[in-house]
């Protein structure tokens, strides 16, 4: 892949910003329904093919050559023109580990002491969680500027020692650097602030250096919040290095480009997972803070993406404040979900239908019903997609009662790859499976094949309540059968009814009988029991409601699952199964989810 074009090239034309028509969902809009909409998945939707692989793997070796060291030289600078806020709270006790000489990410713990910052013994995502600096947001949690200066200082001196000449991966990817500007630049007074004056150009000549290399590397990151934060890094040092306004119009050319590619229309992300979002968000809120410390109006551009792209992330909220398990994100906690959007500014109603994003909320009294309408992510966009094509999740008040079991993005701490690979598939979803496959094939190398190309979803409110029928093909090709899926939530919220179908189409026809499932995840405080009769579940919560799940067409079992909070921390919970064969003429699921209690 070749590098885009650096400084010293033509600047690109600014491109058309295909935003700027969306109207934010304000507190006093309507928030209309589309009662009709299909949703197509790209027919050219695959990973990258092996010459592009191949392609980009010479590329990155090319960072090590003479040549783009070379282009790494440039103006030594002397200052920062200012020190941007960052708005989002860190992890004290992340911050209080690194303070007692240890690392700390999502329960797991690495010594400082004894880390080796050229060959780290870490999963990738810790990995990326050191080398993008975001521990610093961290360390600053957990005390003042005087208490963890010295930490942040030594701990970048061996960074720096092991990768300020060594331009590779994970250290130089990207996405990671453009993460370490904003980080470098936001806590600089803990970083530039001893007496050290090496030190302290040292630390300015990484921060150019890093800039210019993403001047040249920002366009190659994975289209979505990867190639945003590269490009955001460009933008943040073109307003924080003397001298920076020609990187500065040149960044944000890229940035507004990244954009289109890393947003629907409706505000939503092109991974489609709720923790990618979160750092979209995070990542123009922080940018927007450098344009402040210059006192330089954040461009309207800016806060038009933030204006849709924040109802979109709150329309995937529950009654708890938290985040719903779509696409590899864990349940995100209501703390983290907040901090986001205070630091965006931003005050909207939840989006309820996100068209292009496709998740659909529904809302009556306490009850909040989460549906995924749409096709999986592309398959370029994302190492965690998963299959979860007409999958709920409902919640009564702050009970999560139906969920997914979430967190295949959040590998490589307390979750094992090969845990991590079957939380994408479709079994770990509250929906249909038949013949137990996935709707949407993943592949061995870890990317989503064929399944699930079209969704259609018929939408409208009707006398007593909101009603959703929504379908998906990805059984007609392999199996013949159409699985479409009606819900229906009571205006009171003490009632969801559902019917699950599997319904003959295409050329394939099935003469024999082919086992179906429907599973619903519970939330972990939620303590399921049979009744007498063998035909439905009592669910008790923790807060002491109860509810039933009845079904009528399928056998019904309770058995073991398991739910990943936003740490990536797994915990076990039950799962209702609705199972049964499907004759060649298809057949229907009835089931009856209401409040007795």
Same mark, same amino acid.
């Given at each position: 892949m070749p590098p885009a074009r650096g400084l010293d090239g033509q600047e690109p034309a600014p491109p058309r910003m295909g935003m700027r028509d969306i109207e934010p969902v304000s507190e006093e809009a309507p928030d209309t329904i589309e009662t009709g909409k299909r949703l197509i998945r790209l027919s050219d939707d695959r990973g990258a093919s092996l010459t592009d692989r191949i392609a980009a793997r010479f590329y990155r070796l090319t960072w090590r050559t003479p040549l783009h060291a070379l282009r790494l030289k440039g103006r030594f600078p002397l200052k920062l023109l200012g020190v941007p806020e960052d708005?989002?709270?860190?992890?004290?006790? =992340? /911050?209080?580990? *690194?303070? =007692? /000489?240890?690392? *700390?990410?999502r329960g797991l713990k690495q010594p400082t002491a004894r880390l080796d910052f050229g060959n780290m013994p870490v999963p990738p995502a810790f990995a990326d969680y050191i080398h993008s600096f975001a521990w610093l947001r961290d360390l600053a949690a957990a005390g003042t500027r005087q208490d963890v200066a010295p930490i942040a200082e030594a701990l970048q001196r061996r960074w720096l020692d092991a990768h300020d000449e060594l331009i590779s991966e994970p250290a130089w990817r990207p996405d990671n650097a453009g993460w370490r500007i904003l980080f470098w630049l936001a806590y600089a007074p803990a970083l530039l602030g001893s007496d050290d004056i090496v030190h302290r150009s040292r630390t300015l000549n990484a921060v150019a250096r890093t800039a210019r290399h993403l001047d040249r590397t920002a366009d190659s990151a994975r289209a979505g919040v990867p190639q945003l934060v590269a490009w955001a890094g460009v933008v943040a040092a073109g307003l924080a290095l003397p001298g920076g306004e020609p990187r500065r119009a040149f960044g944000e050319a890229g940035l507004r480009n990244a954009l289109l590619t890393c947003f629907y229309a409706d505000g939503g992300t092109i991974s489609r997972a709720p923790a990618m979002q979160a750092d979209?968000?995070?990542i123009l809120s922080m940018l927007s803070r450098v344009y402040a410390l210059r006192r330089i109006e954040t461009p309207a551009w800016i806060n038009e993406t933030l204006a849709v792209a924040v109802p979109a992330l709150t329309g995937l909220m529950h009654g708890d404040g938290g985040l719903g398990s779509w696409q590899g994100s864990g349940a995100t906690s209501p703390e983290k979900v907040q901090a986001v959007i205070a630091a965006s500014g931003v005050r909207s109603r939840p989006l309820r239908q996100a068209r292009d994003w496709g998740y659909q909320r529904l809302t009556a009294g306490?009850?909040?019903?989460?549906v995924d309408a749409a096709p999986p992510p592309i398959a370029r966009a994302t190492d965690a997609g998963c299959a979860s094509t007409l999958a709920i999740e409902f919640s009564d008040g702050p009970h999560r009662i139906i969920v997914n079991c979430g967190g295949a993005a959040l590998a490589g701490a307390l979750i094992p790859g090969e845990l991590a690979r079957g939380l994408r598939t479709t079994a770990a979803h509250s929906t249909l499976t038949?013949?137990?496959?996935?709707?949407?094939?993943?592949?061995?190398?870890?990317?989503?094949?064929?399944?699930?190309?079209e969704v259609e979803v018929e939408r409208r409110e009707i006398e007593g309540g909101s009603r959703i029928e929504v379908s998906h093909d990805g059984y007609v090709k392999r199996h013949g059968f159409l699985h479409r899926r009606l819900l229906i939530l009571a205006s009171s919220g003490h009632e969801l009814r559902g019917e699950d179908m599997l319904l003959p189409k295409g050329r394939k026809r099935r003469t024999d009988g082919l086992p179906f499932a429907i599973r619903f995840h519970l939330g972990p405080d939620v303590e399921p029991s049979m009744t007498a009769d063998g035909q439905a579940v009592l669910l008790r919560l923790s807060g002491g409601a109860l509810w039933q799940l009845r079904c009528a067409g399928a056998s019904v079992r309770i058995d073991d699952s398991l739910w990943v909070d936003g740490e990536g921390r797994p915990t076990p919970a039950y799962q209702i199964e609705l199972s049964g064969t499907v004759p060649a003429g298809g057949a229907s699921v009835g089931w009856l989810l209401r409040m007795i209690g």
């Open positions: 708005p989002i709270p860190g992890d004290p006790a =992340a /911050g209080k580990a *690194l303070r =007692a /000489g240890h690392f *700390l990410f979209a968000i995070a306490r009850a909040l019903l989460q038949l013949d137990d496959q996935n709707s949407t094939a993943i592949l061995p190398d870890g990317t989503l094949g064929k399944g699930v190309t």
